[in-house]
Protein backbone atom coordinates (compact mmCIF):
# COMPACT_ATOMS: atom_id res chain seq x y z
CA UNK A 1 0.00 0.00 0.00
CA UNK A 2 2.45 2.50 0.63
CA UNK A 3 4.59 1.76 -2.36
CA UNK A 4 1.58 3.24 -4.07
CA UNK A 5 1.51 6.58 -2.64
CA UNK A 6 5.42 7.00 -3.68
CA UNK A 7 3.70 7.42 -7.51
CA UNK A 8 3.68 11.05 -8.62
CA UNK A 9 0.29 9.67 -10.49
CA UNK A 10 -0.95 8.71 -7.41
CA UNK A 11 -0.30 11.68 -5.31
CA UNK A 12 -2.31 13.74 -7.73
CA UNK A 13 -5.64 11.21 -7.78
CA UNK A 14 -5.29 11.85 -4.15
CA UNK A 15 -5.44 15.85 -3.90
CA UNK A 16 -7.71 16.12 -6.62
CA UNK A 17 -10.11 13.72 -5.09
CA UNK A 18 -9.85 16.07 -1.45
CA UNK A 19 -10.80 19.22 -3.53
CA UNK A 20 -13.33 17.08 -5.58
CA UNK A 21 -14.98 15.78 -1.32
CA UNK A 22 -14.91 19.28 -0.68
CA UNK A 23 -16.95 20.54 -3.25
CA UNK A 24 -19.11 17.99 -3.62
CA UNK A 25 -20.23 17.67 -0.03
CA UNK A 26 -20.89 22.00 -0.27
CA UNK A 27 -22.67 21.80 -3.93
CA UNK A 28 -24.09 18.25 -3.28
CA UNK A 29 -26.12 19.43 -0.31
CA UNK A 30 -27.33 22.38 -2.35
CA UNK A 31 -28.41 20.70 -4.73
CA UNK A 32 -30.11 17.72 -2.41
CA UNK A 33 -31.50 20.07 -0.08
CA UNK A 34 -33.09 22.07 -3.11
CA UNK A 35 -34.27 19.36 -5.09
CA UNK A 36 -32.52 20.55 -8.26
CA UNK A 37 -30.62 16.82 -8.72
CA UNK A 38 -32.38 17.21 -12.71
CA UNK A 39 -31.06 20.12 -12.93
CA UNK A 40 -27.91 19.62 -11.93
CA UNK A 41 -27.79 16.31 -14.31
CA UNK A 42 -28.48 19.33 -17.07
CA UNK A 43 -26.01 21.88 -16.50
CA UNK A 44 -23.43 18.24 -16.14
CA UNK A 45 -24.37 17.37 -19.55
CA UNK A 46 -24.69 20.35 -21.64
CA UNK A 47 -20.82 21.61 -20.22
CA UNK A 48 -20.40 18.30 -22.93
CA UNK A 49 -20.40 21.39 -26.02
CA UNK A 50 -17.19 22.51 -23.95
CA UNK A 51 -15.24 19.12 -24.27
CA UNK A 52 -16.29 18.99 -28.21
CA UNK A 53 -15.55 22.99 -28.05
CA UNK A 54 -11.64 22.30 -26.98
CA UNK A 55 -11.21 19.52 -28.91
CA UNK A 56 -12.10 21.28 -31.67
CA UNK A 57 -10.03 24.67 -31.13
CA UNK A 58 -6.89 22.70 -29.63
CA UNK A 59 -7.62 24.42 -26.12
CA UNK A 60 -7.51 23.08 -22.71
CA UNK A 61 -10.00 21.08 -22.03
CA UNK A 62 -11.12 21.97 -18.38
CA UNK A 63 -11.05 25.85 -18.94
CA UNK A 64 -13.34 25.50 -21.79
CA UNK A 65 -15.47 23.40 -20.42
CA UNK A 66 -15.31 25.46 -17.29
CA UNK A 67 -16.85 28.58 -19.29
CA UNK A 68 -19.17 26.54 -21.13
CA UNK A 69 -20.73 25.17 -17.97
CA UNK A 70 -21.08 28.28 -16.19
CA UNK A 71 -22.75 30.02 -19.40
CA UNK A 72 -25.14 26.66 -19.54
CA UNK A 73 -26.01 26.95 -15.73
CA UNK A 74 -26.64 30.77 -15.81
CA UNK A 75 -29.21 30.28 -18.84
CA UNK A 76 -30.89 27.00 -17.06
CA UNK A 77 -31.04 29.37 -13.44
CA UNK A 78 -32.08 32.31 -15.56
CA UNK A 79 -34.80 30.33 -17.49
CA UNK A 80 -36.28 28.52 -14.38
CA UNK A 81 -36.16 30.68 -11.63
CA UNK A 82 -39.61 32.53 -11.53
CA UNK A 83 -41.62 29.57 -13.52
CA UNK A 84 -41.03 26.30 -12.61
CA UNK A 85 -43.37 25.25 -15.78
CA UNK A 86 -40.10 25.73 -17.82
CA UNK A 87 -37.85 23.60 -15.83
CA UNK A 88 -37.84 20.40 -17.62
CA UNK A 89 -38.30 22.00 -21.43
CA UNK A 90 -35.22 24.06 -20.48
CA UNK A 91 -32.87 21.50 -19.39
CA UNK A 92 -34.11 19.32 -22.15
CA UNK A 93 -33.71 21.31 -24.78
CA UNK A 94 -30.07 22.80 -23.05
CA UNK A 95 -29.10 19.41 -21.86
CA UNK A 96 -29.33 17.69 -25.81
CA UNK A 97 -28.17 21.26 -27.15
CA UNK A 98 -24.80 21.44 -25.61
CA UNK A 99 -24.58 17.43 -26.02
CA UNK A 100 -25.33 18.02 -29.72
CA UNK A 101 -23.09 20.74 -30.40
CA UNK A 102 -20.07 18.70 -28.63
CA UNK A 103 -20.94 15.60 -31.00
CA UNK A 104 -20.88 17.92 -33.91
CA UNK A 105 -17.34 19.46 -32.77
CA UNK A 106 -15.77 16.33 -32.05
CA UNK A 107 -16.95 15.16 -35.32
CA UNK A 108 -14.97 17.63 -37.29
CA UNK A 109 -11.92 17.53 -35.52
CA UNK A 110 -9.64 15.65 -37.42
CA UNK A 111 -7.06 13.21 -35.46
CA UNK A 112 -7.07 11.03 -32.82
CA UNK A 113 -9.41 11.19 -29.55
CA UNK A 114 -8.25 8.29 -27.40
CA UNK A 115 -8.69 10.35 -24.08
CA UNK A 116 -12.29 11.47 -24.64
CA UNK A 117 -13.47 8.78 -22.45
CA UNK A 118 -11.58 10.17 -19.59
CA UNK A 119 -13.68 13.25 -19.56
CA UNK A 120 -16.67 11.11 -19.91
CA UNK A 121 -16.16 8.66 -17.07
CA UNK A 122 -13.43 10.14 -15.47
CA UNK A 123 -9.60 9.40 -15.37
CA UNK A 124 -8.48 10.49 -12.10
CA UNK A 125 -4.98 9.01 -12.63
CA UNK A 126 -4.14 11.10 -15.42
CA UNK A 127 -4.73 14.44 -13.16
CA UNK A 128 -2.15 17.11 -13.88
CA UNK A 129 -0.40 19.61 -11.78
CA UNK A 130 -2.44 22.08 -14.02
CA UNK A 131 -5.36 20.21 -13.56
CA UNK A 132 -4.98 20.65 -9.66
CA UNK A 133 -3.76 24.01 -10.20
CA UNK A 134 -7.79 24.81 -11.76
CA UNK A 135 -9.24 22.70 -9.28
CA UNK A 136 -7.75 24.72 -6.27
CA UNK A 137 -8.54 27.92 -7.69
CA UNK A 138 -12.32 26.62 -8.42
CA UNK A 139 -12.58 25.34 -4.85
CA UNK A 140 -11.67 28.34 -3.13
CA UNK A 141 -13.76 30.78 -5.08
CA UNK A 142 -16.72 28.45 -4.25
CA UNK A 143 -15.64 28.32 -0.30
CA UNK A 144 -15.52 31.91 -0.93
CA UNK A 145 -18.66 32.30 -2.32
CA UNK A 146 -20.15 29.99 0.47
CA UNK A 147 -19.25 31.65 3.80
CA UNK A 148 -20.13 35.28 2.48
CA UNK A 149 -23.66 34.23 1.14
CA UNK A 150 -24.34 31.29 3.59
CA UNK A 151 -26.86 32.73 5.83
CA UNK A 152 -28.96 33.50 2.37
CA UNK A 153 -28.23 30.54 0.53
CA UNK A 154 -29.65 28.29 3.74
CA UNK A 155 -32.53 30.02 3.94
CA UNK A 156 -33.32 30.21 0.14
CA UNK A 157 -32.89 26.55 -0.06
CA UNK A 158 -35.33 25.22 2.78
CA UNK A 159 -38.51 27.89 2.26
CA UNK A 160 -37.86 30.33 -0.76
CA UNK A 161 -41.42 31.81 0.44
CA UNK A 162 -40.07 32.97 3.63
CA UNK A 163 -36.92 34.19 2.10
CA UNK A 164 -38.64 36.65 0.05
CA UNK A 165 -40.40 38.33 2.78
CA UNK A 166 -37.24 38.40 4.38
CA UNK A 167 -35.57 40.23 1.37
CA UNK A 168 -33.66 37.48 0.33
CA UNK A 169 -32.83 38.02 -3.70
CA UNK A 170 -34.71 34.18 -4.24
CA UNK A 171 -34.04 34.60 -8.04
CA UNK A 172 -29.86 35.61 -7.79
CA UNK A 173 -29.56 32.68 -5.08
CA UNK A 174 -31.18 30.38 -7.17
CA UNK A 175 -28.81 31.37 -10.34
CA UNK A 176 -25.95 30.70 -8.09
CA UNK A 177 -27.07 27.85 -6.82
CA UNK A 178 -26.46 26.47 -10.11
CA UNK A 179 -23.12 28.21 -11.15
CA UNK A 180 -22.11 26.39 -8.13
CA UNK A 181 -22.72 23.50 -10.20
CA UNK A 182 -20.55 24.34 -13.06
CA UNK A 183 -17.81 25.24 -10.97
CA UNK A 184 -17.95 21.50 -9.59
CA UNK A 185 -17.63 20.06 -13.06
CA UNK A 186 -14.03 21.53 -13.51
CA UNK A 187 -12.78 19.18 -10.62
CA UNK A 188 -15.37 16.20 -11.12
CA UNK A 189 -15.19 15.97 -14.61
CA UNK A 190 -11.32 14.10 -13.89
CA UNK A 191 -12.80 11.84 -10.77
CA UNK A 192 -16.13 10.74 -12.18
CA UNK A 193 -16.85 12.75 -15.74
CA UNK A 194 -19.88 14.48 -16.90
CA UNK A 195 -21.71 11.00 -17.21
CA UNK A 196 -21.70 9.99 -14.01
CA UNK A 197 -21.08 13.61 -11.83
CA UNK A 198 -24.63 13.61 -11.02
CA UNK A 199 -24.02 10.68 -8.35
CA UNK A 200 -21.64 12.96 -6.32
CA UNK A 201 -23.78 15.28 -6.11
CA UNK A 202 -26.04 13.58 -5.03
CA UNK A 203 -25.90 10.23 -3.27
CA UNK A 204 -23.61 11.70 -0.38
CA UNK A 205 -25.84 14.10 0.93
CA UNK A 206 -28.82 11.92 0.38
CA UNK A 207 -26.49 10.00 2.66
CA UNK A 208 -25.54 12.35 5.42
CA UNK A 209 -29.64 13.57 5.68
CA UNK A 210 -30.24 10.52 7.35
CA UNK A 211 -27.63 10.82 10.35
CA UNK A 212 -27.93 14.96 10.45
CA UNK A 213 -29.90 17.46 11.76
CA UNK A 214 -29.01 20.60 10.44
CA UNK A 215 -27.35 21.65 7.54
CA UNK A 216 -24.06 22.51 8.61
CA UNK A 217 -23.24 18.93 9.76
CA UNK A 218 -24.86 17.36 6.59
CA UNK A 219 -22.46 19.14 4.55
CA UNK A 220 -19.17 18.04 6.78
CA UNK A 221 -20.95 14.78 7.17
CA UNK A 222 -20.92 14.90 2.90
CA UNK A 223 -17.49 15.74 2.81
CA UNK A 224 -16.65 12.65 4.64
CA UNK A 225 -18.22 10.40 2.66
CA UNK A 226 -16.88 11.67 -0.20
CA UNK A 227 -13.41 11.30 1.09
CA UNK A 228 -13.91 7.99 2.45
CA UNK A 229 -15.35 6.56 -0.70
CA UNK A 230 -13.41 8.27 -3.06
CA UNK A 231 -10.06 6.48 -1.77
CA UNK A 232 -11.37 3.59 -1.53
CA UNK A 233 -12.69 3.87 -5.10
CA UNK A 234 -8.90 4.80 -6.04
CA UNK A 235 -7.53 2.17 -4.39
CA UNK A 236 -10.09 -0.28 -6.12
CA UNK A 237 -9.67 1.09 -9.17
CA UNK A 238 -6.00 0.87 -9.67
CA UNK A 239 -5.73 -2.82 -8.21
CA UNK A 240 -8.62 -3.99 -10.38
CA UNK A 241 -7.40 -1.91 -13.09
CA UNK A 242 -10.86 -0.49 -13.88
CA UNK A 243 -12.49 2.93 -13.97
CA UNK A 244 -11.94 5.50 -11.21
CA UNK A 245 -14.87 7.06 -11.71
CA UNK A 246 -17.27 4.19 -11.96
CA UNK A 247 -15.65 2.51 -9.01
CA UNK A 248 -16.23 5.28 -6.75
CA UNK A 249 -19.93 5.36 -8.37
CA UNK A 250 -20.32 2.01 -7.59
CA UNK A 251 -19.26 2.24 -3.66
CA UNK A 252 -21.32 4.65 -3.19
CA UNK A 253 -24.49 3.05 -4.64
CA UNK A 254 -23.88 -0.08 -3.00
CA UNK A 255 -22.80 1.94 0.66
CA UNK A 256 -26.70 3.97 0.21
CA UNK A 257 -28.44 0.74 -0.80
CA UNK A 258 -27.35 -0.66 2.15
CA UNK A 259 -28.19 2.20 4.52
CA UNK A 260 -31.67 2.04 2.55
CA UNK A 261 -31.99 -1.27 2.93
CA UNK A 262 -31.05 -1.43 6.71
CA UNK A 263 -33.54 1.30 7.52
CA UNK A 264 -36.15 0.20 5.96
CA UNK A 265 -35.42 -3.44 7.80
CA UNK A 266 -35.25 -1.60 10.88
CA UNK A 267 -38.30 -0.09 10.29
CA UNK A 268 -40.42 -3.30 9.62
CA UNK A 269 -38.90 -5.16 12.26
CA UNK A 270 -39.96 -1.88 15.37
CA UNK A 271 -43.95 -1.42 13.78
CA UNK A 272 -43.63 -5.31 13.69
CA UNK A 273 -42.95 -5.68 16.93
CA UNK A 274 -45.42 -2.85 17.90
CA UNK A 275 -48.04 -4.77 16.51
CA UNK A 276 -47.30 -7.68 18.44
CA UNK A 277 -46.77 -5.65 21.80
CA UNK A 278 -50.34 -3.78 21.58
CA UNK A 279 -51.87 -7.19 20.85
CA UNK A 280 -50.75 -8.69 23.75
Avoid at 52 to 75: D, E, Q, R, W, Y
Wanted: hydrophobic letters at 55%; proline letters at 2%.
Amino acid sequence: MLEILQMGFIKNAIVAIIFGSVLCGIIGSYVVVNRITFLAGGVAHASFGGVGLAFFLNIPVLPTTFVFSLVASALIGILTVRDSEKIDTAVGILWSSGMAVGIILLDLTPGYKGNLMGYLFGSILGVSNGDLLFMAISTFVVILLVIVFYRNLAIMSFDREFAAVQGVPVGFFHVLVLVFIGFSLVILIRVSGLILVIALLSIPPAIASKFTKSFFSMIIFSVGINLVIGFSGLYFSYYFNVSSGASIILLLSALYCIIVLSETTYKYFRKYNENCFDKS
